[in-house]
């Protein structure tokens, strides 16, 4: 399967409308690196994982890389408490930052046995974190290989593992409820979504297939909605809506027609933004940022030119950012920086596969 999937891939960009696409991805980058008008917020700190490194980069959109913190090998996700902390998911453990100080506070080993890849696309260790609203429990998806997957539950005031359960293969995201009680995996190499009641320690796992079992229609990133129903964008094809607490399932028609990794919801509640990554298995549209209107399903879409993997929106919501560090292809050492009200974007560099990301404040460092 594997072998088949990077055939595909390479296929769909080779030959020359590959080098083609690699020259106007330069002229790209370069053309909005050389734009006088910064679209940034001037509040905003980033929180990005190096994935091809053992950091965690402090990144100031109008700067760039302003910090770094070690944390641990092979950092994917990232989550911020409110107190101001982050919560880092890396091959060893997850490790605890207080972002003010800029130091690595602790490292909490997982329960999970780990034996397999320690770096790359593949690797095993956390990967999907979030951390509950009141900043007390973390929760952390972890990779173990061709194995199902632990959901591992840590009291950030003991920080010790309190719970450890089984969840699908490659959880690429966690996410609490919205009332705080269930966590939720999005399992990708199993097509599936877990639910984890805290209260009860119950399980229920749901297929997330719309489109078969096979190739890269699986579930990435979800976001949950104010009724407290998971989207899950698929190949830029479907938008599945999953009511977790009777296992119903809507669809949505998308049009990008992309193969698609991050995903946010509007403060409002009322946009999804998808991250395009572009062609891969049956799908062929480019890459792109999706503007989804989950009120009358209209799309809107901005040409991204690079791969990308997750997004966070700017406190007003009027700027996203992207991490250029796409998990499949490598992607590329920056984060595109769009200002949503004009549709321009600019970029920063940022070196060593970034990945996951997380806001902070600068009033608060």
Same mark, same amino acid.
């Given at each position: 399967m594997r072998e088949r999937q990077l055939k595909q891939m390479e296929s769909a960009r080779q030959g020359w409308p590959h080098n083609l696409l690699l020259v106007l991805a330069m002229n790209w980058i370069c053309s909005v690196y050389a734009?006088?008008?910064?679209?940034?917020?001037?509040?905003?700190?980033?929180?990005?994982?190096q994935f091809k490194d053992h950091h965690l980069a402090y990144v100031d959109p109008q700067k760039g890389v302003i910090a770094r913190v070690k944390v641990g090998r092979a950092p994917y996700g990232v989550a911020i408490s409110q107190d101001g902390h982050a919560y880092v998911a890396t091959v060893e453990g997850v490790a605890v930052v207080d972002i003010r100080s800029r130091l690595r506070t602790a490292l909490i080993p997982y329960q999970s046995s780990l034996s397999g890849a320690q770096w790359g696309e593949y690797r095993q260790g956390g990967m999907g974190?979030?951390?509950?609203? &009141?900043?007390? @429990?973390?929760? *952390?998806?972890?990779?173990?290989?061709?194995?199902?997957?632990?959901?591992?539950?840590?009291?950030?005031?003991s920080q010790?593992?309190?719970a450890s359960v089984p969840i699908g293969i490659r959880p690429f995201q966690v996410l609490f409820s919205n009332d705080g009680h269930e966590v939720y995996s999005i399992d990708h190499d199993s097509y599936s979504v877990t639910a984890y009641n805290l209260d009860d320690r119950s399980l229920r796992v749901f297929d997330v297939a719309p489109l078969g079992y096979g190739g890269f229609a699986k579930p990435h990133y979800a976001a949950?909605?104010?009724?407290?129903?998971?989207?899950?964008p698929i190949q830029g094809r479907t938008l599945v809506q999953l009511n977790p607490k009777t296992g119903e399932q809507t669809q949505i028609p998308l049009s990008a027609q992309t193969h698609q990794h991050g995903v946010v919801l509007s403060n &409002?509640?009322? @946009?999804?933004? *998808?991250?395009?990554t572009g062609p891969a298995g049956e799908v062929s549209g480019a890459a792109v940022l999706s503007r989804i209107n989950l009120h009358d399903g209209r799309e809107t879409h901005i040409p991204l030119q690079v791969d990308h993997e997750q997004i966070v929106l700017s406190d007003d919501g009027k700027i996203a950012y992207l991490t250029g560090g796409n998990s499949f292809t490598g992607g590329w050492n920056g984060i595109s920086v769009i200002d949503l009200t004009r549709n321009k974007i600019q970029s920063i560099q940022v070196d060593k596969q970034p990945l996951g990301i997380a806001l902070w404040k600068k009033y608060g460092m």
């Open positions: 734009s006088s008008e910064p679209i940034t917020s001037p509040s905003d700190v980033l929180l990005v994982s974190i979030a951390v509950s609203s &009141d900043g007390k @429990t973390v929760a *952390v998806g972890v990779n173990r290989g061709n194995r199902a997957g632990q959901l591992e539950i840590i009291s950030t005031q010790i593992v309190t949950i909605n104010a009724k407290g129903h998971l989207l899950l &409002d509640t009322s @946009t999804l933004f *998808v991250v395009g």
